[in-house]
């Protein structure tokens, strides 16, 4: 069964360094989603492509978090310099279609940031 | 903005007992997606229901779609310890739009 890729699984980092997290969608799927995930809570909304362009990235706090997703296949999102409030788990998730709503998620296994 | 609400939080049965989570959406919803994420793992599909009152079974799951399009549930019948996780529901207000996902209830059981 086809996966979505992430990498690193944990990474544990100081304040004000830069951390970098990794995702390959499925196989086709146009659509790219990173979402945050916080302890007890349900998974935000980042930042969303269809193929290289980006489509939704209201919730990104674009004066440290970066997103690109330039050949419009894997993804890389930054953080610099990061914070103790960014520990948290970052998914990242594909569909087939542009439509978000419409269609179904699939998440990787996450990458759990720790901020110390 | 959306806000997407499901009570309960938390809900510890013992198995065999039925479990039932809501979910409310301050915003009419093009459809509601339904995900389990098992304790260290990763949000997983379970079912989408995208028509007004729409009931939809998958063998000990029942889900239903509320007539105006802004509530939803989760009703499990006979729990078992392999159903523990928390259930997250999530919809968009447009069919182009964003899901947003509400807080998700953990539930717990108790062999």
């Known amino acids: 069964e086809a996966e979505v890729a992430q990498s690193p699984r944990y990474k544990i980092t100081e304040k004000s360094q830069a951390v970098a997290f990794w995702c390959d969608p499925i196989?086709?799927?146009?659509?790219l989603y990173w979402y945050r995930q916080i302890l007890g809570q349900g998974p935000e909304l980042l930042v969303q492509f269809q193929d290289e362009s980006v489509v939704d990235d209201s919730q990104l706090p674009k004066d440290r978090f970066s997103a690109e997703r330039l050949k419009g296949v894997d993804s890389t999102l930054k953080i610099q310099p990061a914070e103790l409030g960014d520990s948290a788990m970052y998914l990242c998730?594909?569909?087939?279609?542009?439509?978000?709503?419409?269609?179904?998620?699939?998440f990787g296994a996450g990458s759990r940031l720790t901020v110390l | 903005g959306q806000q997407v609400m499901q009570i309960p939080q938390y809900q510890h049965v013992q198995e065999g007992e039925d479990f039932t989570t809501y979910c409310n959406s301050s915003t009419t919803l093009s459809n509601i997606q339904w995900y389990k994420q098992r304790p260290g793992g990763h949000p997983v599909f379970l079912i989408q229901l995208v028509k007004s009152g729409e009931v939809k079974k998958q063998k000990r799951l029942t889900f239903q779609f509320g007539e105006a399009k802004k509530n939803s549930s989760l009703h499990i019948t006979a729990t078992q310890t392999t159903d523990v996780g928390t259930y997250f529901c999530?919809?968009?207000?447009?069919?182009?739009?964003?899901?947003?996902f509400g807080d998700g209830t953990t539930l717990t059981v108790k062999p």
């Open positions: 999530a919809g968009p207000a447009t069919n182009a739009g964003k899901s947003t």
């Open positions: 998730a594909s569909s087939l279609a542009g439509q978000a709503g419409a269609n179904v998620l699939t």
């Open positions: 196989s086709g799927h146009a659509t």
